[in-house]
């Protein structure tokens, strides 16, 4: 019989070879797969303890005021109310975001808009710098220099939701800003040119066209640097005093999910309500990475829809 | 106010916005340069630290940086491979490639403490590794996988599928295809992911202080042995890295000359993530020259 | 343009004691989706001649040559049914091996497509990949091959220089060289001289003549003189469909069909 008719109807080494490498293929991405599943699982588990094991009520925990696990109240309740790390977070995820924001797309603006060489060349390895640089050198800084100003200008020990506010500014402007930009620069050419033909300023043609049309863009950089912001552990924690306590001003100690859980996972034991409490800290900062993903996801489509 | 004057103001201010964030960096870099470089000596680099008294140093811990960076990368950078390869050459258009990128994308916006307090159930708890090496490159891994993932997946989509059909046509499998020909095309973008990453990697502490622990045992430098307890390459041993130095000795304040040592830690760290991304720079650029010049 | 009579068709057949077939199809049909883009064609390529597609663009011979070796397999709606025999064997089933058929029935595609290596490589990397490790005779292969193909005198002192460095042309007759250095026996060409200035294009048709006596050869063209010129049969394509097919001579004088007629004398194109 004909070789090649014979060798056509066997399995060649290249057949062989295609299947090893999808298998291999698959392999690795249904382990990134099992990461996130065991993921959620895991801080899931631990993190509803508190509420079917421990009998904390959810809503106790939402919006109680006084967090000492270790303590019990008049009832017999343990003191495990969030509320102050949960108000902790969003003010300085909020604060931060407020502060950056206008910076961010400031310097977008002038990167595409008004001097593109001159930005390109000395503003976008800035950003990049910035990027890279890890999150306890901001801590450090925000330790050794803003908390010492705070405390200067307002008096108080400088810790608190200022400081931390300061410090995730910093950290967050650069994403904002290379987002920002890269939002500026979709927004076809011709739209500008359009908007200078009708003898609009360039000011004009940039607040009333360019900036509409990124829009979409604009938020999701925005909503990016703030899931960066309420994620943020170590700078924040050097920096905003560690008082679980209700913030009555910018400049107290304060404290914010992620604060407490550096420092409280280490001194407590495992499966107790301390720690099984953390956990449901934890898995608040989970679910929230959630939303700020699905709120990405939400702007997206809806500027797709748009454009 | 009339128009032209708002144009002015407008670009007077963008052009003062620019300047500020410039003025940040810069007095950012001079801070920590000018703070720390004075400190950073050869006895700073190579001594170990002292937690009660002034005058000691980074040695294991910049050693422990670079050797969980390593570890951390060995494991990462062919799982990526094979994971960024998967979703731009095999994964067909459906709902499940959709879930699979989904998760990706959730895994990449974690915040690094909620994915070191899952290393820590895990690696540490379940498997019993302890505070590690091995458990740090683990969850190094875990942080990192999701955005080594995408570069690979976005350099090699890159490429033109004419390549790719140009493979196939001459009989062979699209793995052979894409390792061997696909791959190195894409190498430039691919590598400076893979260095840019390795810059985070380095700088991470979040995602170690519960995982590689936050203690630095003393090192048997003349021992290499990694099945000794205390060769440098032992990856059962604790290893508190640099980030994870400065966090600490700022957190508990008991060691005296905490701010210049983490001045000079600092400066140690932000000139290697310099390095890091100056390097990637070259090497993207080189690789890409060396691949499409003659 | 008007519309044609297009159950009417005249397609040769071959008798087996008059010409050896390399390649048949039967009764072919390609979908994507559910848009059927060729609706049923039977062909027979015979043995060591060159045979011409031609038609106007949209009438699917691209997407007719490219499921010949099943290039198709590779989009992801593409549906391919219908026969495509090879050696007595339909090799539109799943129990052919793919990558060794595409190793006999070799393809050169509209843009040359040089591998970002070297000259060398680019011819030795498939052979190696497929077992060929000794190095006089990858060396020799190069020769050969590039001699084929007339490109030997202009590259032997540059083989190891990057193949990207050449001209469309001469990049053109390197993809030629790198398919006959698998030993293919049908060679598919999809325009693969519609990129390339006149020059190389005649360089790259007189390169066929030369290969004709090995290969057979099919080879797609929107360009009428190419097909008159190179080929010894031509087909003319028409909407999905194969209307007339016969010898080139033939065809580009005396059509039976009139959708033929017309689109040989440039009434549409």
Redesign the interface.
Known sequence: MDPIRQRLLKKSRQAKLEKRGRLIGLLCISLIVLVVVAIFYFVASRGLATFYHDKVNLWDFLTKQVWNPGTKDSHGVPAVGALPMIVGSFLVTIFAALVATPFAIGAAIFMTEISPRRGMRILKPVTELLVGIPSVVYGFIGLTVVVPVIRRLFGGTGFGILAGTCVLFVMILPTVTSMSVDALKAVPRYYRDASAALGATRWQTIYKVVLRAAMPGLLTAIVFGMARAFGEALAVQMVIGNAALMPHNLVSPAATLTSVLTLGIGNTIMGSLENNALWSLALILLLMSLVFNLVIRWIGRKGAVKS | MN??R??KL??I???V??G???L??VA??A??LIQGLPHVSWHFLTAPARAFEAGGGIGIQLFNSFYLLVLAMLISV??????G???S?????NWLTG??RT?????S???????G??G???FV?QFNFGFSILSGALVLT?FN??LL?RNVEESLASI?H???????????????T????IV??ALPGIVTGMI?GA??V?????AL??TAG?SAPALDFTNWNPFYIASPLNPMRPAETL??H??KI??EGIMPDA?AV??GA?AV??VA??I??LVARWLGQRLFKK???? | MQAYDLTQTALKKFSPEEQEIALSTQNLRVFYGKHEQIKGIDLQFPRYKISAIIGPSGSGKSTYLRSLNRMNDEVSNARVTGKICYRQLDINQRNIDVFEMRKHIGMVFQRPNPFAKSIYDNITFAPKQHGLKDKTKLDQLVETTLKQVGLWKEVKDSLTKSALALSGGQQQRLCIARTIAMKPDILLLDEPASALDPLSTSVVEDTLAQLKTHYTMIIVTHNMQQAARVSDYTAFFYDGRALEYGATSQIFTHPEIKATDDYVSGHFG
């Open positions: 128009v032209k708002q144009d407008a670009t201010i963008l052009y916005i620019a500020a964030i410039i940040v960096l950012l870099l801070f920590i062919p799982l990526s491979l094979g994971a390869i998967y979703l050459e095999y994964a067909k258009k879930l699979i998760s990706i994308e959730i895994l916006s974690l915040p690094s403490v909620v994915v307090l899952f820590f159930l895990i708890i875990v996988l999701p993932t033109s004419a390549q790719r059909e140009a493979g196939l046509a001459l009989g062979l499998s699209r793995w052979e894409v390792l061997k020909i190195p095309e840019l810059g985070r380095f700088g991470e502490a979040a202080i519960y936050q980030a994870v400065i966090w700022n957190s701010v983490s001045a600092s760290l932000i993530v310099l890091f991304n691949m499409t010049s003659s």
